[in-house]
């Protein structure tokens, strides 16, 4: 099993920042990739940023590219969302999620979530 647990959220004006931190345990070794997604309220869960676990891959939907960045810490054990130039579409429930076999796009395809935490982006 691993485990996952977010932070970090919060609310920001339009045009700020926040940093997610997802803090990973468990069976570890078994993680081929890490991602982030975000689900509104009445919308469907949506890729945000993958990467993989030995992070040297990443990717991110058009919808955050130069502003979203994924990123890795070995030592903590920890994947960070960094969020620049936030918009109040952005707002939303982020999830951090593991993957066992590659890194997907699709929320289905991933085997282990965090409870979530809540990003509120304000005009």
């Known amino acids: 099993q691993v485990q996952l647990v977010e932070s970090g959220g919060g609310l920001v004006q339009a045009g700020g920042s926040l940093r997610l931190s997802c803090a990973v345990s468990?069976?570890?070794?078994?993680?081929?990739?890490m991602a982030w997604f975000r689900q509104a309220p009445g919308k469907e869960r949506e890729f945000a940023a993958g990467?993989?676990?030995?992070?040297?891959?990443?990717y991110y939907p058009d919808s955050v590219k130069g502003r979203f960045t994924i990123s890795r810490d070995n030592a903590k054990n920890t994947v960070y969302l960094q969020m620049n130039s936030l918009k109040p579409e952005d707002t939303a429930v982020y999830y951090c999620?593991?993957?066992?076999?590659?890194?997907?796009?699709?929320?289905?395809?991933?085997?282990?979530w965090g409870q979530g935490t809540q990003v509120t982006v304000s005009l």
């Open positions: 990467i993989r676990w030995t992070g040297d891959s990443t």
């Open positions: 468990g069976r570890t070794f078994s993680i081929y990739a």
């Open positions: 999620a593991a993957g066992r076999l590659a890194l997907w796009t699709r929320a289905q395809e991933y085997d282990y």
